[in-house]
């Protein structure tokens, strides 16, 4: 079995009860099923980090585009256009 690291949590008394209830229900220990509700929340939580690589990569586009300044001609569409789409 990996090597565990001791961690020490403060529950207010309606979770510690709710967590020993819902051990008992499950048959595994309540170490357990802290561990399997931190895997569920970084699994869930996981698309919603930020890779910092890929800003910098948009931050170096937006940086040429500003770089090579206003498109040449006029453009064909009116703002109001826009919004009777």
């Known amino acids: 079995m990996p090597r565990k690291v001791r961690k020490q949590i403060y529950l207010d008394p309606h979770h510690a009860q709710l967590l020993k ?26 698309p919603l ?11 170096a586009f937006i940086e040429r585009l500003i770089q090579d300044g206003t498109v040449p001609g006029r453009r064909t569409w009116k703002r109001d256009d826009l919004h009777e789409r």
Do not use: C, K, M, N
């Open 21 to 46: 209830q819902l051990a008992r229900d499950l048959g595994v220990s309540e170490a357990a099923l802290i561990r399997q509700a931190v895997d569920q929340q970084a699994a869930h939580l996981t």
């Open 49 to 59: 980090r930020r890779d910092p690589a890929a800003w910098q990569q948009e931050r």
